[in-house]
């Protein structure tokens, strides 16, 4: 059971190019949502969605683009990077509804813009 | 505005000692809340979790404290094994249909041999 597969692992660009993160469940879970990990600032939320055709801001959403089309899918797409876009991003998802599922994350995206 | 603070970023402790994480937070509508454990290079992965309808959970070596009048939780590990070296985040979430969760800063735990 793959879990949460997020891709790539390591990621470098150039401020201003674009890029999309991808990340795909098989656990048929509903919710999925976005975090960027940054030194003294914990895990934050940057997007997430309850199911298909729904997503909804976070914490820190600007600068990020999502969409869901399906449910196995989450992608967070840069459509302009920025040095202060580097972090390192996790995809997580669990059962929405459910109230004390806990999420399963994916093991990361370190991207580096420079 | 950190709804979620953790505000020892490091720990040490000796292996068969307790460890105990502390986590206070802000919002009194968070009625739920978990600690993850994150090992460097993978995802945080689930641990324990405590309703705000009880004061403690214990799950084997692993129990979760909250005291809900001082918005402060804790995590205390008991033994305290090499293995468990990691980062720990404490994290809060509401109900609702998006019941979003919200992390703490974390806190690095360092178990001595």
């Known amino acids: 059971n793959a879990g949460v597969t997020q891709t790539p692992k390591f990621q470098v660009l150039k401020t201003g190019q674009s890029m999309t993160l991808q990340c795909a469940q098989d656990?048929?879970?509903?919710?999925m949502s976005w975090y960027r990990q940054d030194p003294g600032m914990g895990l934050r939320l940057i997007h997430y969605?309850?199911?298909?055709?729904?997503?909804d801001q976070g914490e820190v959403p600007n600068g990020y683009n999502v969409s869901r089309s399906t449910t196995e899918d989450f992608p967070l797409r840069l459509l302009s990077a920025a040095p202060s876009q580097t972090s390192v991003y996790f995809c997580a998802s669990r059962v929405a509804g459910s109230y004390n599922s806990p999420l399963h994350f994916g093991n990361g995206t370190r991207l580096t813009v420079t | 505005d950190q709804q979620v603070k953790q505000n020892s970023p490091s720990l040490s402790v000796q292996e068969g000692r307790i460890s105990i994480l502390n986590c206070d937070y802000t919002?009194?509508?968070?009625?739920?809340f978990l600690w993850y454990k994150k090992y460097p290079a993978e995802g945080p992965t689930f641990l324990i979790s405590i309703s705000s309808i009880k004061d403690k959970n214990e799950d084997g070596r692993f129990t979760v404290f909250l005291n809900k009048s001082a918005k402060h939780l804790s995590l205390h590990i008991v033994p305290s094994q090499p293995g468990d070296s990691a980062v720990y985040f404490c994290?809060?979430?509401?109900?609702?249909?998006?019941?979003?969760?919200?992390f703490g800063t974390g806190t690095l735990l360092a178990v001595q041999p």
């Open positions: 994290a809060a979430s509401h109900g609702g249909a998006t019941n979003k969760l919200i």
């Open positions: 969605s309850v199911g298909a055709g729904i997503t």
């Open positions: 919002n009194s509508m968070f009625d739920y």
């Open positions: 656990m048929n879970h509903e919710y």
